[in-house]
């Protein structure tokens, strides 16, 4: 199948940061996660403060010339948090909310995704505050190719690897690694992943996310002994990630019941045709007006009767506020922080099985190692391979997190960053701090 090219338009609506409760924050919802299984690891003061500061914080401005003639400048950040386990992973993202303090916090989130997986990689993330939605190709271009100039000498194979996310794709990857080429003078493929299939990027890392968070709920079900042909699933978010969980789920034998986005919702509780909902979805470029299914709200689907939940569109969905009407046994975190650190403890009185966004999600970044493995050996993997690959790294990280959880006695979500954390501090410990 060709790449497509084309700039997302059917964007996240991404809530304003001022809405945000305290307990609505998700960076420093993350942060108390943190914070909870560094007492539970008895981390040493020394390296819990190593740990919670950004090795390194880059903020630059961005000129270039619009297609009207005007110079219009912009802000970019760059924050590398933590590279002990290797170069820096992480995505840039291109929208209006974009802060240096969110840019730090999803660097953080990144170390913690990257080791929880084990892939050898640290954390990164960058944004630059504008609006592509308002901008033409040509700006998107020139706008990319100055941010990556601004922020060359971090970039590379070795040290720092971008990738898309909020409104960046395929596309404009191409153009980070076009540019840093041409800095350094030849064809460099490993300084980005999710690149176009045809100059280095890897087959599978488009389904990659969506695949991950199948797998990681069949091993749930498996633990929960709960039979995969009997299992009703709600997916909230259809795009990249909830449209091919679903499919996957369902062509291992579950019935999803229920499906949304930004538009409204989806219900059938004969189960509804995914491969008709996604057809849909490509031509209508949303669910709106699908036809197989009653509709309901986004905050109906949250609280239906089924078995597996899969928040796959928005942070802070499940909160305290509706935590207690929540009816499925697992929710799988496809997007980033669904779930408010206030929520948690609700969803573990009503004994659910939530597997942490930093688990079930990271099947995307999994792939992108697989990409960057690929460009440095400059041979490449049918997708078979790659899919195999990532069952098996998603499915002993699933059991690794379950086995400190059962051990510790905590839930999946403070398990899986006590993997992380113990697997971060190690290296660190190993390492010494260099004088
Ligand atoms: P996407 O843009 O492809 O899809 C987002 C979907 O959410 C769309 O269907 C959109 O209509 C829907 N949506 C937007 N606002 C909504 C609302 N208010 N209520 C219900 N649905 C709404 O994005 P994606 O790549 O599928 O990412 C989804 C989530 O998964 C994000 O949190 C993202 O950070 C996370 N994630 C994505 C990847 C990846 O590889 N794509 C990897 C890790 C995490």
Known sequence: MATDLRLPTDRIVRPDKDRFLDDENPFEAMMSRFDRAAELLDLEPGLYKVLRHPEKQITISIPVMMDNGEVEVFTG???????????????????????????????????????????????????VVCDPLTMSAGELERLTRRYTAGIINTLGPDSDVPAPDVNTN??????????????????????????????????????????????????????????????????????????????????????????????????????????????????????????????????????????????????????????????????????????????????DEKGVFVIPDILANAGGVTVSYFEWVQDRGGYFWTEEVVNDRLTEIMCNSFKEVLRLATQHKVNMRTAAYMVSISRVATVHRLRGIYA
């Open 77 to 127: 950040h760059r924050v590398l948090y933590n590279t002990s386990r290797g170069p820096a992973k992480g995505g840039i993202r291109f929208d209006l909310h974009v802060s240096l303090e969110e840019v730090k916090a999803l660097a953080a989130w990144m170390t913690w995704k990257c080791a929880v997986v084990n892939l050898p990689f640290g954390g990164a993330k960058g944004g």
């Open 170 to 347: 395929e596309r404009v990857m191409a153009w980070v690694m076009d540019t840093y080429s041409m800095r350094v003078g030849h064809t460099v493929t490993a300084v980005v992943t999710g690149k176009p299939v045809e100059m280095g990027g890897s087959l599978g890392r488009r389904e990659a996310t969506g695949r991950g968070c199948m797998i990681v709920t069949k091993e749930a079900l498996k633990h929960l002994g709960m039979p995969i042909n009997k299992t009703t699933v709600a997916v909230q978010g259809f795009g990249n990630v909830g449209s091919v969980a679903a499919q996957l789920l369902k062509r291992e034998g579950c019935n999803i019941v229920a499906i949304s986005d930004r538009t409204g919702g989806y219900y059938n509780k004969n189960g509804i045709d995914i491969d008709a909902a996604i057809q849909h979805a490509r031509t209508a470029r949303s669910l709106e007006g699908f036809k197989g299914g009653d509709q309901i709200t986004n905050e109906d689907l949250l609280t239906l009767d089924v078995d597996v939940l899969l928040p796959a569109a928005l942070e802070n969905v499940i909160t305290k506020k509706n935590a207690s009407k929540i009816r499925a046994k697992i929710i799988c975190e496809g997007a980033n922080g669904p779930t408010t650190a206030g929520a948690d403890s609700i969803l």
